[in-house]
């Protein structure tokens, strides 16, 4: 009988343990004070002894040997049938141009034994004699982005690669966009840029408005290489150029700019219904989100002018609301129209009994000029994108999209004074 006195139980620490059963390629580790026991593998050093247990191999040897490439000679060692081998770190110096990517183990002969590629880390069972060989890889890294200021709206991606990637004309990036949609930019459309002595190949992904928030993914490809898949937002980056902390040179001058950028992809959201629940301009005071709503009733722009000859009639123009905009006519003739815009690239479609003419790719510094669409030999038409916004801001739409418009337009005129102080 024990009274007043107090029980104590404590985990048992193995402090005291014993090895039994040692067979050639493991033992058995047992404690003193408890039923712990466990079987591991010996642990040899290059004379086939075991450094834990003190077991010592006596018999046939297998030879594991790491090659290398040209130039670097082979290193081997002998070690006991069935035993775990560590894969090692590679250490040595790179082939030009090349990332390690694994070891191959090839168990047996090197021409028909068995292959596997493992990770420095990781190991293997001996089983015979063994070949351990470094494989490289092409090399692709994204080192940085940058917002476009260019008049659109989207994100330069600044990668380094290797020279076989780089010269290969199938190397391209993969950009995933939001609701499905895709795009591939070819190494021969990157602009190869020099920051710091370094060479970045530069590949340019354009995003809609609405989808400033929205995650896009990119990968690098050429073949049957794939590169990390890397994910951003255009919001992500324009909120790291605002950040006075991180003292973005681009800042002072390029600050208004993207704060009408960001207006303009929230009011984008909002009348598109896409992720309304994460505005582009979150990260906005109040009132640089309420400048949007002081935009005139009547945009100061020059009437259309109809020049179009008989058997040609207009029957109505619109506007598209990307990355970049673009501006479509739709006319009548009983003829096959041809469409021209000097300097800018006219895409002919047809919409029912409609022959259309897009011209595309019109920058936010351009969008207070006039276009002159030529027809054929019908005259032309001449028309501006604030011809648009007027018949909206003026007219009885919905508020969506008065706000889509009114940002629109003061996006222009951000870019419009950005251009017009950082002219080259």
Not at 146 to 152: C, K, Q, R
Not at 232 to 248: G, M, W
Request: net charge negative.
């Amino acid at each position: 009988q024990i009274a007043n006195k107090t029980l104590i139980i404590e985990k048992c620490e193995h402090s005291n343990t014993s090895y039994v059963n040692k067979t050639a390629n493991s033992h058995t580790v047992i404690c003193e004070h408890c039923s712990y026991s466990v079987t591991e593998d010996h642990v040899f050093d290059s004379q086939q002894h075991c450094t834990v247990c003190g077991y010592s191999y006596v018999g046939t040897l297998y030879m594991v040997t790491i090659h290398d490439i040209a130039g670097n000679p082979s290193t081997s060692e002998t070690v006991v049938p069935d035993s775990q081998y560590l894969l090692p770190d590679y250490s040595r110096t790179l082939p030009s141009g090349k990332i390690f990517k694994c070891w191959m183990v090839t168990i047996g002969n090197v021409a028909t034994g068995s292959s596997k590629e493992y990770a420095p880390g990781e190991s293997f069972r001996v089983t015979d004699n063994s070949h351990i060989f470094p494989v490289f890889d092409e090399y692709s890294h994204l080192e940085g982005y940058s917002l476009s200021l260019e008049g659109d709206i989207g994100v330069n991606f600044y990668m380094s690669m290797s020279d076989n990637l780089a010269q290969n004309d199938n190397t391209y990036v993969h950009f995933e966009l939001p609701h499905g949609g895709s795009t591939n930019v070819s190494i021969r459309d990157a602009v190869i840029k020099e920051v710091n002595g370094r060479e970045y190949y530069v590949f340019k992904c354009n995003v809609a408005a609405k989808d400033m928030s929205s995650v896009i993914t990119a990968q690098l490809n050429s073949g049957n290489y794939r590169g990390d898949v890397y994910d951003f937002t255009v919001r992500d980056y324009a909120e790291y150029l605002l950040d006075p902390a991180h003292n973005h040179p681009d800042y002072v001058a390029a600050a208004p700019l993207v704060k009408a950028m960001l207006n303009y992809g929230a009011c984008a959201q909002m009348y598109f219904n896409v992720n309304t629940d994460e505005p582009a301009n979150r990260s906005l005071s109040k009132d640089d989100k309420n400048v949007i709503n002081t935009v005139p009733d009547v945009i100061s722009i020059s009437d259309p002018v109809d020049a179009l000859t008989d058997g040609v009639t207009l029957h109505g123009v619109s506007i598209s609301l990307k990355s970049e905009t673009s501006m479509s006519f739709y006319f009548r003739s009983d003829e096959d129209l041809t469409f021209d815009c000097d300097g800018y690239t006219v895409l002919k479609d047809t919409s029912g009994d409609y022959q259309v003419a897009r011209i595309i790719g019109i920058h936010a510094k351009d969008i207070g000029r006039s276009f002159t669409l030529s027809v054929g030999s019908h005259g032309s038409y001449t028309y501006s994108p604030l011809n648009y916004c007027k018949i909206i801001v003026t007219g009885t739409y919905s508020d969506n999209l008065k706000n889509v418009i009114n940002a629109f337009y003061r996006y222009y005129e951000a870019a419009s004074s950005y251009y017009g102080s950082n002219q080259n």
